[in-house]
């Protein structure tokens, strides 16, 4: 039994395992290569970069990286000529020599051969050999803190800080966290309340209180409760007096109300329904109902065996063929043509095309236009079914009357004698 109550004592221990080592909970190490203090955490490993403390150097020495060590360390100066070399740089004067322990050192070794023009050849900072043009120098093993970014330039590479934060002692290899927050570097406006994070911040809105954006909160959500005026094409956005109503793309209008938007427009009367989308009259086609549909070649219309079918824009006509006339009857079908052609006046078709009222522009079957006036006896005062019947008595005209008037929507058909004069 006493085994047994040893073993309830007991208790399972999560461990980590790095390269192979196997680390217990709450073990600690350093890790050479990244100069960061880990700690074994419940299974979980959690590294923090090494903090290295302010490096005063005396006057006669600089600070610098060494193999081995995290930080800087401080190092005797070289001086030639004017110039201050820091321990392990380099200058290139007779022969390449190299600052070591406060001594210039001549160095021996041979530069490697160049895959490049001569022309893009480059001398480092602080080298004695030249690089081409375009070199990685960070690729070299250019030491930067985890905080901070390695740089090529021209003729070296530098350290730079990220985003959040500043350099450490004018060091930027090294780089803290800056405190947006404590510092008053921050955006955060009324009803939020300002939290730091590494290298940024958020605004954490005040309870009671909704989102308007990354740095406001309001107290009331109208667009989350449906008390807008938005248009149902419109994107309702909290603010912090209120809402405000943006239409979405495509479409265009103040918000409150938008309408679809089409960059090339909606011909022949068509109308925009849908952003870049047309819907076309009837007689017309393409997405911006700038085709004509060809009735009589596409086989919609069948006419009779006495005439034949011509294509009006919008429209048709069945014209009677060589050797019959009318009789009459005008039948869209061209039933009526009958008999041999007599030497009644020809006849030729108008059309009116009317896109949004029922009196607004004709075409004429020979390519002219004419336009009917707001004080005309036709002008938006009447209504009229498919293949209305009009007597020639709404017109006013000189020589022979008007023989026919064919109505459908969004277009008129007026039969007329060729040598007649009229006015609307």
Same mark, same amino acid.
């Given at each position: ?140 093993? *250019?030491? &930067?803190?985890? %905080?901070?970014? #390695?740089? =090529? ?5 530098? $350290?730079? !800080?990220?985003? +959040? @934060? ?19 570097? *921050?955006? &955060?406006?009324? %009803?939020?309340? #300002?939290? =730091? ?5 958020? $605004?954490? !809105?005040?309870? +009671? @209180? ?36 943006? $239409? ?94 007599s030497s009644a006046q020809p006849f030729l078709a108008v059309v ?73």
């Open positions: 039994m006493s085994g047994l109550s040893q073993l309830e004592d007991c208790h399972c221990e999560k461990t980590c395992q790095v390269n192979g080592l196997i680390y217990r909970d709450k073990d600690s190490w350093v890790e050479d290569d990244h100069c960061r203090n880990c700690t074994c955490k419940g299974g979980a490993v959690e590294c923090r970069r090494m903090s290295c403390p302010p490096l005063e150097c005396p006057p006669d020495a600089l600070p610098v990286h060494v193999d081995g060590q995290c930080c800087k360390v401080c190092r005797a100066k070289c001086i030639y000529g004017g110039k201050v070399l820091a321990e392990g740089q380099r200058i290139l004067t007779k022969s390449c020599r190299e600052c070591r322990n406060g001594v210039l050192v001549k160095v021996t070794e041979a530069c490697p051969p160049l895959n490049c023009s001569e022309e893009d050849h480059v001398l480092p900072e602080n080298q004695c050999c030249s690089v081409c043009r375009g070199h990685n120098f960070c690729a070299e093993g *250019h030491r &930067c803190g985890e %905080n901070s970014e #390695c740089k =090529n330039w021209n003729t070296k590479a530098t $350290c730079e !800080c990220k985003n +959040g @934060y500043l350099s450490v002692q004018g060091d930027s290899a090294y780089c803290e966290d800056i405190d947006e927050c404590a510092a008053k570097m *921050h955006y &955060c406006h009324a %009803n939020t309340v #300002c939290v =730091n994070l590494p290298g940024s911040y958020r $605004c954490d !809105c005040v309870t +009671g @209180y909704v989102r308007v954006d990354d740095f406001s909160c309001t107290e009331h959500d109208e667009c989350g409760s449906g008390q807008h005026g938005c248009d149902e094409n419109a994107i309702c956005t909290n603010t912090i007096r209120g809402h405000s109503c943006t $239409c979405k793309p495509g479409y265009v209008g103040n918000g409150t109300l938008c309408r679809a938007f089409c960059e090339e427009g909606c011909r022949y009367g068509g109308t925009c329904v849908a952003p870049n989308k047309c819907l076309c009259p009837s007689g017309f086609t393409g997405s911006h109902c700038e085709k004509d549909i060809d009735e009589c070649a596409e086989g919609i219309i069948e006419c009779h065996n006495h005439s034949r079918c011509v294509n009006l824009p919008g429209w048709y006509h069945c014209e009677c063929r060589s050797g019959f006339h009318d009789n009459g009857s005008y039948s869209p079908s061209g039933e009526s043509c009958v008999g041999k052609q009116f095309s009317l896109p949004s009222s029922p009196c607004a522009w004709c075409s004429q079957a020979t390519g002219g236009f004419l336009s009917i006036s707001g004080e005309s006896g036709l002008a938006g005062e009447h209504h009229w079914p498919l293949q209305s019947r009009f007597s020639s008595s709404r017109f006013q005209q000189s020589g022979r009357r008007t023989r026919r008037v064919l109505c459908r929507p969004g277009l008129l058909v007026f039969h007329i004698s060729l040598s007649s004069q009229f006015y609307f």
